[in-house]
């Protein structure tokens, strides 16, 4: 079992940038792939970024592409959400949530992953 806890979040002016930090406990958290997920008011929760358990490989939505990135630390059982050039659309509350399965491919399905953390909140103003 992992437990996850994200921090990071709080309001910014469109433009800006914010790190999201996602720290694990737990041993195992090094072989599990990783994911950032994001839920706007009155809309369904979707898919932002995963990265698998050895970092080597990285897979963002379109909508972030270029101005997202999502990178680990294994030594510290932390993930990452960097965010530049943030947006107003981009206001939700991100969660960060592990795959156990260890898979080949990285999921964006969010019935895939087994544990998420609470979330942390993102406000962009415009």
């Known amino acids: 079992q992992v437990q996850l806890v994200e921090s990071g979040g709080g309001l910014v002016q469109a433009g800006g940038s914010l790190r999201l930090s996602c720290a694990a406990s737990g041993r195992t958290f090094s072989s599990y792939n990783m994911g950032w997920f994001r839920q706007a008011p009155g809309k369904e929760r979707e898919f932002v970024a995963a990265i698998s358990w050895s970092g080597s490989s990285t897979y963002n939505v379109d909508l972030v592409k270029g101005r997202f990135t999502i990178s680990r630390d294994n030594a510290k059982k932390t993930v990452y959400l960097q965010m530049n050039r943030l947006e107003p659309e981009d206001t939700a509350v991100y969660y960060c949530?592990?795959?156990?399965?260890?898979?080949?491919?990285?999921?964006?399905?969010?019935?895939?992953?087994?544990?998420w953390g609470q979330g942390t909140q993102v406000t962009v103003s415009s």
């Open positions: 949530a592990a795959d156990r399965e260890r898979r080949r491919s990285l999921e964006k399905d969010r019935d895939r992953y087994d544990y």
